[in-house]
């Protein structure tokens, strides 16, 4: 019995000791650490004097109809931008900021949804 003791503690001995020698080999590894760029400062960068630096873009809303009815103004995915009340021949007029990379919006009203492409700074319609 004592034979298979002494055989048993000098393996331990050897485990613990194989398991320290990783544990040191790999944890005393350096970091490779990258320099620091130097930041730039907005009067490095080099801007074409016509850059557009908006990132909407105002529209005068004119839109009327022969009845009164409530009239929004929203992108295809269903943001409303502008919310107004249309009286019989008379416009609903408003200006509304639109995100530059938007094309076209939905004119919509209760039983009509229209898709409008934008062309100018105007969205200009009558519902019939």
């Known amino acids: ?9 000098p393996r331990k001995h050897l485990l613990l000791s194989l398991t320290m020698i990783i544990l040191t080999i790999t944890s005393c590894q350096k970091e490779l650490i990258q320099k620091e760029q130097p930041q730039k400062k907005m009067n490095d960068l080099n801007v074409s004097a016509s850059f ?3 990132t ?3 529209y005068l809303v004119f839109i009327s ?6 009239v929004k103004i929203a992108s295809a995915e269903g943001v409303i ?3 107004g ?11 509304v900021k639109i995100p530059s990379y ?3 919006v939905k004119l919509i009203t209760a039983d009509k949804n229209v898709e409008y ?9 009558t519902f019939k």
């Open 85 to 95: 009340m249309t009286k019989p021949n008379e416009a609903f007029k408003a200006t």
């Open 52 to 54: 557009d630096w908006n």
């Open 117 to 125: 492409v934008l062309k100018d700074s105007k969205i200009n319609y």
């Open 102 to 104: 938007i094309k076209t």
């Open 1 to 9: 019995m004592k034979n298979k003791i002494t055989h048993i503690i």
């Open 65 to 70: 109809s022969t009845t009164s009815q409530l």
């Open 56 to 58: 909407s873009t105002d």
């Open 81 to 83: 931008y502008q919310k």
